[in-house]
């Protein structure tokens, strides 16, 4: 069985945007809609590398209801889609999306915090949760790690700037209520050093 490392999409890969949301009716952290704003996390190049590197098995877990919530197209999607793989040298069967949102959709396994996602990653890529790593920065995504058993769950901060709202009142949520994270970092160059530095400990 391989060992994957799990990675959100929005705010993990790619910058979200601060935009007015039609079915929030507030200014929220949103998905890129178009290619033209297809803008990438620092580091996150570097750290995929090192983790194929390191024989990690990179999937891609990201939950996609603004497509359904604001009628967008689903070719718009897939031309992101489709950059990111190209970017990050993945193949397309290494993305797995939901695009259900509570009261459009009859209720599903697969939005995380549930770990549907994951598990088809598992089934589909013979993975062994236990050995791999998931990079999150939404409560939801460590709520996800944590019911599929994943042996480290990774919170990635988004401070907040003129560009975004950052996901503070999540890491306090996740502060106060749990679960917690196994570790809290800022930067994707962090978390590659955290995953280089576990597989130096597997190989004393």
Partial sequence: MKKALFLDRDGVINQLIKKKSKSHNKVIDDSPFELSELKFVGGIKELVNTAKKLDYKVIIVTNQPSYLKEDRLLRDYEKITTKICEYLSLERSDV????????????????????????????????????SVLVGDSLNDIKAAKSAKIGMAIYLRRKESENQIGNSEDEKEMQKNGPLADYIFDSLYQVEQKIKKKEQGNLK
């Fill in 96 to 131: 797995f999306e939901c695009f259900h949102k509570e009261g459009f959709s009859l209720p599903c396994e697969c939005r995380k915090p549930k770990p549907g996602l994951i598990l088809m990653a598992k089934g589909l890529h013979n993975i062994n949760l236990e050995k």
